[in-house]
Protein backbone atom coordinates (compact mmCIF):
# COMPACT_ATOMS: atom_id res chain seq x y z
CA UNK A 1 0.00 0.00 0.00
CA UNK A 2 1.51 3.63 -0.68
CA UNK A 3 0.52 6.14 1.67
CA UNK A 4 0.68 9.81 0.84
CA UNK A 5 1.41 11.62 3.78
CA UNK A 6 0.87 15.39 4.55
CA UNK A 7 3.09 17.16 7.42
CA UNK A 8 4.17 20.52 6.64
CA UNK A 9 6.59 20.72 10.23
CA UNK A 10 8.13 17.02 9.03
CA UNK A 11 11.41 16.75 10.34
CA UNK A 12 14.09 13.65 11.12
CA UNK A 13 15.97 13.32 14.73
CA UNK A 14 18.97 14.82 13.17
CA UNK A 15 16.61 18.13 13.59
CA UNK A 16 15.18 19.94 17.11
CA UNK A 17 11.22 19.01 16.17
CA UNK A 18 9.21 16.54 17.13
CA UNK A 19 9.80 13.62 15.17
CA UNK A 20 6.43 11.46 15.71
CA UNK A 21 5.64 11.68 11.77
CA UNK A 22 9.09 10.35 10.94
CA UNK A 23 8.54 7.40 13.27
CA UNK A 24 5.15 6.85 11.83
CA UNK A 25 6.03 6.81 8.47
CA UNK A 26 9.12 4.34 9.59
CA UNK A 27 6.59 1.84 10.79
CA UNK A 28 4.75 1.96 7.98
CA UNK A 29 7.83 0.95 5.89
CA UNK A 30 8.60 -1.64 8.11
CA UNK A 31 5.51 -3.75 7.46
CA UNK A 32 5.80 -3.48 3.85
CA UNK A 33 4.10 0.02 2.60
CA UNK A 34 5.33 2.83 0.80
CA UNK A 35 5.59 6.34 2.17
CA UNK A 36 5.66 9.79 0.15
CA UNK A 37 6.05 12.60 3.39
CA UNK A 38 5.44 15.65 1.90
CA UNK A 39 6.14 18.86 4.37
CA UNK A 40 8.11 22.25 4.09
CA UNK A 41 10.79 23.69 5.47
CA UNK A 42 10.52 23.92 9.07
CA UNK A 43 12.94 26.10 11.21
CA UNK A 44 14.41 23.56 13.50
CA UNK A 45 13.46 20.64 11.68
CA UNK A 46 15.85 18.59 9.25
CA UNK A 47 13.75 16.84 6.75
CA UNK A 48 16.77 14.82 6.01
CA UNK A 49 17.83 16.33 2.83
CA UNK A 50 20.50 18.20 1.29
CA UNK A 51 20.34 18.86 -2.45
CA UNK A 52 19.30 22.25 -3.87
CA UNK A 53 15.76 23.31 -4.97
CA UNK A 54 14.69 22.90 -8.08
CA UNK A 55 11.87 25.12 -9.08
CA UNK A 56 11.26 25.97 -5.45
CA UNK A 57 10.76 21.80 -4.47
CA UNK A 58 13.18 19.28 -3.83
CA UNK A 59 13.08 15.16 -3.12
CA UNK A 60 15.00 12.26 -2.28
CA UNK A 61 15.06 9.12 -0.34
CA UNK A 62 15.51 9.48 3.82
CA UNK A 63 15.62 6.54 5.71
CA UNK A 64 13.46 4.55 3.41
CA UNK A 65 10.53 7.53 3.00
CA UNK A 66 10.51 9.15 -0.14
CA UNK A 67 10.69 12.94 1.10
CA UNK A 68 9.13 15.52 -1.14
CA UNK A 69 10.18 19.39 0.40
CA UNK A 70 8.75 22.36 -0.68
CA UNK A 71 11.31 25.46 -0.36
CA UNK A 72 8.62 27.20 2.17
CA UNK A 73 10.51 28.17 5.13
CA UNK A 74 8.27 28.60 8.62
CA UNK A 75 9.55 29.73 11.40
CA UNK A 76 7.30 29.99 15.43
CA UNK A 77 8.69 33.86 15.02
CA UNK A 78 6.86 34.69 11.78
CA UNK A 79 4.17 37.12 11.72
CA UNK A 80 0.21 36.08 10.98
CA UNK A 81 -0.10 36.78 7.49
CA UNK A 82 3.37 35.35 6.51
CA UNK A 83 2.40 31.93 8.81
CA UNK A 84 -1.51 32.17 6.70
CA UNK A 85 0.43 32.58 3.31
CA UNK A 86 2.78 30.13 3.42
CA UNK A 87 -0.58 27.90 4.72
CA UNK A 88 -2.38 28.27 2.02
CA UNK A 89 0.48 27.60 -0.66
CA UNK A 90 1.85 24.30 1.01
CA UNK A 91 -2.10 23.33 0.83
CA UNK A 92 -2.32 24.71 -2.69
CA UNK A 93 0.71 22.38 -3.75
CA UNK A 94 -0.25 19.53 -1.98
CA UNK A 95 -3.83 19.34 -3.37
CA UNK A 96 -1.65 19.03 -7.02
CA UNK A 97 -0.14 15.79 -5.88
CA UNK A 98 -3.35 14.94 -3.73
CA UNK A 99 -5.01 14.97 -7.44
CA UNK A 100 -2.10 13.67 -9.46
CA UNK A 101 -0.40 11.31 -7.83
CA UNK A 102 -0.69 6.99 -7.30
CA UNK A 103 -1.05 6.67 -3.92
CA UNK A 104 -3.42 4.17 -1.83
CA UNK A 105 -4.40 6.56 1.22
CA UNK A 106 -3.60 10.22 2.20
CA UNK A 107 -2.67 10.60 5.48
CA UNK A 108 -2.65 14.25 6.63
CA UNK A 109 -1.22 16.05 10.22
CA UNK A 110 -1.58 19.20 11.87
CA UNK A 111 -0.77 21.81 12.90
CA UNK A 112 -1.81 23.95 10.45
CA UNK A 113 -5.25 22.95 9.72
CA UNK A 114 -5.31 23.48 6.40
CA UNK A 115 -3.07 20.78 5.88
CA UNK A 116 -6.66 18.86 5.66
CA UNK A 117 -7.25 20.15 2.30
CA UNK A 118 -5.05 18.17 0.39
CA UNK A 119 -7.22 15.23 1.86
CA UNK A 120 -10.63 16.75 1.13
CA UNK A 121 -9.73 17.08 -2.14
CA UNK A 122 -8.94 13.33 -2.41
CA UNK A 123 -11.76 12.01 -0.80
CA UNK A 124 -14.09 13.45 -3.17
CA UNK A 125 -12.57 14.23 -6.15
CA UNK A 126 -10.69 11.34 -6.52
CA UNK A 127 -12.23 8.72 -4.14
CA UNK A 128 -9.54 7.86 -1.98
CA UNK A 129 -9.07 7.24 1.43
CA UNK A 130 -8.25 9.77 3.67
CA UNK A 131 -7.06 9.81 7.47
CA UNK A 132 -6.59 13.10 9.80
CA UNK A 133 -4.85 13.81 12.53
CA UNK A 134 -5.65 16.03 14.70
CA UNK A 135 -2.78 17.62 17.48
CA UNK A 136 -4.52 20.61 18.13
CA UNK A 137 -7.38 21.81 18.20
CA UNK A 138 -8.36 24.76 15.83
CA UNK A 139 -9.92 27.43 15.94
CA UNK A 140 -10.74 26.79 19.72
CA UNK A 141 -7.24 27.23 20.82
CA UNK A 142 -6.44 30.74 18.80
CA UNK A 143 -9.54 31.77 20.14
CA UNK A 144 -9.33 31.10 23.76
CA UNK A 145 -6.08 32.24 23.29
CA UNK A 146 -7.21 35.48 21.95
CA UNK A 147 -4.56 35.31 19.04
CA UNK A 148 -7.09 35.46 16.58
CA UNK A 149 -9.94 37.84 16.90
CA UNK A 150 -11.60 38.25 13.76
CA UNK A 151 -15.05 36.64 13.49
CA UNK A 152 -14.73 36.27 10.00
CA UNK A 153 -11.68 34.11 10.10
CA UNK A 154 -12.96 32.09 13.55
CA UNK A 155 -15.98 31.06 11.22
CA UNK A 156 -13.62 29.99 7.90
CA UNK A 157 -11.54 27.80 10.42
CA UNK A 158 -14.44 26.28 11.81
CA UNK A 159 -15.70 25.50 8.38
CA UNK A 160 -12.46 24.16 7.44
CA UNK A 161 -12.08 22.10 10.79
CA UNK A 162 -15.98 20.38 10.29
CA UNK A 163 -14.71 19.74 6.31
CA UNK A 164 -11.72 17.92 7.41
CA UNK A 165 -13.47 15.92 10.07
CA UNK A 166 -16.53 15.16 7.99
CA UNK A 167 -14.68 14.18 4.80
CA UNK A 168 -12.01 12.19 6.66
CA UNK A 169 -12.97 8.22 6.64
CA UNK A 170 -11.19 8.39 10.03
CA UNK A 171 -9.56 10.36 13.14
CA UNK A 172 -6.96 10.33 15.31
CA UNK A 173 -6.43 12.60 18.66
CA UNK A 174 -3.45 13.07 20.22
CA UNK A 175 -5.46 13.79 23.80
CA UNK A 176 -8.28 13.27 25.47
CA UNK A 177 -9.44 17.00 24.79
CA UNK A 178 -8.70 16.91 20.94
CA UNK A 179 -10.53 13.42 20.60
CA UNK A 180 -13.90 14.51 22.47
CA UNK A 181 -13.73 18.04 20.45
CA UNK A 182 -13.71 16.02 17.33
CA UNK A 183 -16.78 14.05 18.40
CA UNK A 184 -18.53 16.96 19.59
CA UNK A 185 -18.21 18.27 15.88
CA UNK A 186 -20.55 14.97 14.55
CA UNK A 187 -17.94 12.10 14.30
CA UNK A 188 -18.96 9.09 15.81
CA UNK A 189 -16.47 7.64 18.33
CA UNK A 190 -16.01 4.39 16.36
CA UNK A 191 -14.31 6.91 13.93
CA UNK A 192 -11.90 8.31 16.37
CA UNK A 193 -8.78 7.06 17.95
CA UNK A 194 -6.81 8.28 20.45
CA UNK A 195 -2.88 7.81 19.67
CA UNK A 196 -0.96 10.13 21.68
CA UNK A 197 2.90 11.56 21.65
CA UNK A 198 5.21 8.63 22.35
CA UNK A 199 8.31 8.00 24.23
CA UNK A 200 11.42 7.66 22.17
CA UNK A 201 13.14 4.99 24.51
CA UNK A 202 15.77 3.80 22.20
CA UNK A 203 17.07 7.93 21.93
CA UNK A 204 16.48 8.49 25.99
CA UNK A 205 19.03 5.86 26.84
CA UNK A 206 21.91 5.36 29.31
CA UNK A 207 24.37 5.61 26.53
CA UNK A 208 24.04 9.44 25.81
CA UNK A 209 26.85 11.34 26.36
CA UNK A 210 25.68 13.78 29.41
CA UNK A 211 26.39 17.79 29.55
CA UNK A 212 25.03 20.80 31.12
CA UNK A 213 25.31 24.79 29.04
CA UNK A 214 28.69 26.33 30.50
CA UNK A 215 26.76 28.64 32.93
CA UNK A 216 25.20 25.62 35.07
CA UNK A 217 27.90 24.00 37.06
CA UNK A 218 27.73 20.40 38.30
CA UNK A 219 26.92 20.86 41.74
CA UNK A 220 23.54 22.91 40.92
CA UNK A 221 19.94 21.80 40.54
CA UNK A 222 19.14 21.77 36.75
CA UNK A 223 15.48 22.08 35.73
CA UNK A 224 14.88 22.38 31.95
CA UNK A 225 12.51 23.19 29.44
CA UNK A 226 12.40 22.28 25.85
CA UNK A 227 10.33 23.46 23.42
CA UNK A 228 8.68 26.35 21.48
CA UNK A 229 9.15 30.03 23.20
CA UNK A 230 5.60 31.41 22.33
CA UNK A 231 2.76 32.72 23.64
CA UNK A 232 1.14 29.10 23.99
CA UNK A 233 4.00 27.77 26.46
CA UNK A 234 3.93 30.93 28.92
CA UNK A 235 7.12 31.32 29.58
CA UNK A 236 6.97 34.81 31.45
CA UNK A 237 5.73 32.59 34.45
CA UNK A 238 9.50 31.03 34.47
CA UNK A 239 10.79 34.50 34.66
CA UNK A 240 8.56 35.06 38.15
CA UNK A 241 9.89 31.67 39.54
CA UNK A 242 13.26 32.75 39.02
CA UNK A 243 12.78 36.33 40.81
CA UNK A 244 10.87 34.12 43.80
CA UNK A 245 14.33 31.54 43.81
CA UNK A 246 16.30 35.00 43.94
CA UNK A 247 14.43 35.97 46.40
CA UNK A 248 14.18 32.99 49.03
CA UNK A 249 18.54 32.78 47.86
CA UNK A 250 18.29 29.00 46.19
CA UNK A 251 20.96 30.17 44.12
CA UNK A 252 21.95 26.77 43.19
CA UNK A 253 18.73 25.87 41.43
CA UNK A 254 19.07 26.88 37.53
CA UNK A 255 16.15 27.24 35.04
CA UNK A 256 17.31 26.27 31.03
CA UNK A 257 15.32 26.65 28.19
CA UNK A 258 16.67 25.16 25.21
CA UNK A 259 13.98 25.83 22.04
CA UNK A 260 13.45 28.71 19.97
CA UNK A 261 10.51 31.18 19.32
CA UNK A 262 8.58 34.14 18.61
CA UNK A 263 9.05 35.46 22.19
CA UNK A 264 12.59 34.14 22.91
CA UNK A 265 14.48 37.57 22.55
CA UNK A 266 11.89 39.41 24.55
CA UNK A 267 12.32 36.73 27.15
CA UNK A 268 16.23 36.72 26.93
CA UNK A 269 16.19 41.18 27.17
CA UNK A 270 13.48 40.59 30.43
CA UNK A 271 15.89 38.36 32.43
CA UNK A 272 19.08 40.38 30.97
CA UNK A 273 17.24 43.48 32.58
CA UNK A 274 15.95 41.56 35.77
CA UNK A 275 19.51 40.55 36.35
CA UNK A 276 18.46 36.67 36.75
CA UNK A 277 21.66 34.76 36.07
CA UNK A 278 19.50 31.87 37.29
CA UNK A 279 17.66 31.58 33.83
CA UNK A 280 19.81 30.09 30.83
CA UNK A 281 18.77 30.20 27.61
CA UNK A 282 19.82 28.07 24.90
CA UNK A 283 19.70 27.24 21.11
CA UNK A 284 17.71 23.87 20.11
CA UNK A 285 19.41 20.69 19.23
CA UNK A 286 18.88 17.39 18.06
CA UNK A 287 17.47 14.44 19.98
CA UNK A 288 20.82 12.69 20.45
CA UNK A 289 22.35 15.70 22.45
CA UNK A 290 19.24 16.19 24.23
CA UNK A 291 19.24 13.02 25.47
CA UNK A 292 22.34 13.66 26.95
CA UNK A 293 20.94 17.06 28.47
CA UNK A 294 18.26 15.36 30.01
CA UNK A 295 20.90 12.66 31.50
CA UNK A 296 22.24 15.54 33.51
CA UNK A 297 18.83 17.25 34.25
CA UNK A 298 16.93 16.93 37.32
CA UNK A 299 13.78 18.04 36.70
CA UNK A 300 11.69 18.53 33.27
CA UNK A 301 9.62 21.45 33.60
CA UNK A 302 5.60 21.27 31.34
CA UNK A 303 4.85 24.32 31.47
CA UNK A 304 2.06 26.29 29.35
CA UNK A 305 -0.04 29.61 29.62
CA UNK A 306 -2.98 28.98 31.79
CA UNK A 307 -6.03 28.50 28.92
CA UNK A 308 -8.38 26.47 30.25
CA UNK A 309 -8.79 24.54 26.53
CA UNK A 310 -5.33 23.81 27.09
CA UNK A 311 -6.09 21.10 30.07
CA UNK A 312 -7.24 18.21 28.18
CA UNK A 313 -6.55 19.53 24.38
CA UNK A 314 -2.95 19.13 24.03
CA UNK A 315 -0.14 16.21 23.60
CA UNK A 316 3.08 18.13 24.22
CA UNK A 317 6.13 16.20 22.80
CA UNK A 318 8.24 17.54 25.93
CA UNK A 319 6.47 15.73 28.41
CA UNK A 320 7.00 12.52 26.81
CA UNK A 321 10.84 13.43 26.66
CA UNK A 322 11.12 13.79 30.07
CA UNK A 323 9.40 10.72 31.49
CA UNK A 324 11.21 8.07 28.29
CA UNK A 325 14.46 10.28 29.87
CA UNK A 326 13.63 9.28 33.32
CA UNK A 327 13.28 12.65 34.60
CA UNK A 328 10.52 13.41 37.31
CA UNK A 329 8.05 16.35 35.88
CA UNK A 330 7.15 19.45 37.49
CA UNK A 331 3.63 20.62 35.51
CA UNK A 332 1.54 24.39 36.47
CA UNK A 333 -1.30 23.82 35.13
CA UNK A 334 -4.53 20.74 35.50
CA UNK A 335 -5.41 18.73 33.01
CA UNK A 336 -4.95 14.68 32.25
CA UNK A 337 -1.03 15.24 32.29
CA UNK A 338 -1.43 16.65 36.09
CA UNK A 339 -3.65 13.90 36.47
CA UNK A 340 -1.11 11.04 35.60
CA UNK A 341 1.86 12.72 37.45
CA UNK A 342 0.16 12.46 40.34
CA UNK A 343 -1.59 9.16 39.70
CA UNK A 344 1.96 7.37 38.85
CA UNK A 345 4.22 9.85 41.30
CA UNK A 346 6.28 10.69 39.04
CA UNK A 347 6.54 14.35 39.33
CA UNK A 348 4.86 17.68 40.90
CA UNK A 349 1.99 19.69 39.51
CA UNK A 350 0.93 22.77 40.73
CA UNK A 351 -1.92 25.35 40.62
CA UNK A 352 -1.12 27.79 37.56
CA UNK A 353 0.32 31.82 37.96
CA UNK A 354 1.24 31.05 41.65
CA UNK A 355 5.25 31.38 41.97
CA UNK A 356 5.53 30.70 45.14
CA UNK A 357 3.66 27.02 45.10
CA UNK A 358 6.09 26.36 41.94
CA UNK A 359 9.41 27.26 43.55
CA UNK A 360 8.45 25.18 46.76
CA UNK A 361 7.94 22.35 44.45
CA UNK A 362 11.74 23.06 43.12
CA UNK A 363 12.55 23.63 46.89
CA UNK A 364 11.16 19.99 47.50
CA UNK A 365 13.08 18.45 44.82
CA UNK A 366 16.13 20.14 45.61
CA UNK A 367 16.16 19.04 49.42
CA UNK A 368 15.09 15.53 48.70
CA UNK A 369 17.18 13.65 46.30
CA UNK A 370 16.03 10.24 46.99
CA UNK A 371 12.75 11.67 46.26
CA UNK A 372 13.03 12.52 42.92
CA UNK A 373 15.32 9.64 42.07
CA UNK A 374 12.14 7.29 42.87
CA UNK A 375 9.98 9.83 40.66
CA UNK A 376 11.95 9.54 37.69
CA UNK A 377 12.40 5.74 38.14
CA UNK A 378 8.21 6.26 37.94
CA UNK A 379 8.49 8.33 35.10
CA UNK A 380 10.47 5.99 33.24
CA UNK A 381 8.22 2.89 34.46
CA UNK A 382 5.45 4.99 32.61
CA UNK A 383 6.90 5.51 29.45
CA UNK A 384 8.02 2.15 28.92
CA UNK A 385 4.26 0.62 30.13
CA UNK A 386 2.14 3.05 28.03
CA UNK A 387 3.57 5.36 25.80
CA UNK A 388 6.33 3.24 23.71
CA UNK A 389 6.66 4.93 20.86
CA UNK A 390 6.94 1.57 18.67
CA UNK A 391 4.03 -0.07 20.15
CA UNK A 392 1.86 3.42 19.98
CA UNK A 393 3.33 3.43 16.06
CA UNK A 394 2.28 0.08 15.56
CA UNK A 395 -1.13 0.79 17.02
CA UNK A 396 -1.11 4.17 14.84
CA UNK A 397 -0.86 1.82 11.28
CA UNK A 398 -3.06 -0.29 11.83
CA UNK A 399 -5.79 2.50 12.12
CA UNK A 400 -4.80 3.77 9.03
CA UNK A 401 -4.37 0.80 7.29
CA UNK A 402 -7.09 -1.07 7.93
CA UNK A 403 -9.24 2.39 7.07
CA UNK A 404 -12.70 1.64 5.04
CA UNK A 405 -14.12 3.51 2.09
Given amino acids: MHIIYFHQHFSTPSGSAGIRSYEMARILIKKGHK ?39 YSNSDGFIKRSLLFMTFAMKGIGLALTQKYDVVFATTTPLTVGIPGIFARWLRGKKF ?39 RCIGLSPGIVDG ?24 SDSQDWRPLEVKSGDFMAV ?15 DVAVELKHRR ?69 FFDYIAAGLPVL ?8 EMIED ?29 ESMGENARALAERDFDRAHLASNWAEWVLDVKQ
Avoid at 225 to 239: D, K, S, Y
Fill in 344 to 372: NKCGYSVKPENPKLFVDALEDAFNNKDKI
Fill in 35 to 73: VTMVCGSYDGGNTGLSNGFLRGKRSGLVDGINVIEYDLS
Fill in 331 to 338: NNYPGWLA
Fill in 250 to 318: LNNIKIVLIGQGRLKPSLQSKAKDMNLDNVIFHDPVDKEKLSGLMKSADLGLQILANVPAFYYGTSPNK
Fill in 225 to 239: FTGAHGMANGLEALL
Fill in 182 to 205: INKRGVPKDKIKLIPNGCDLDIFN
Fill in 131 to 169: VFEVRDLWPELPRAMGVITNPIILKSMSALEWLSYRSAH
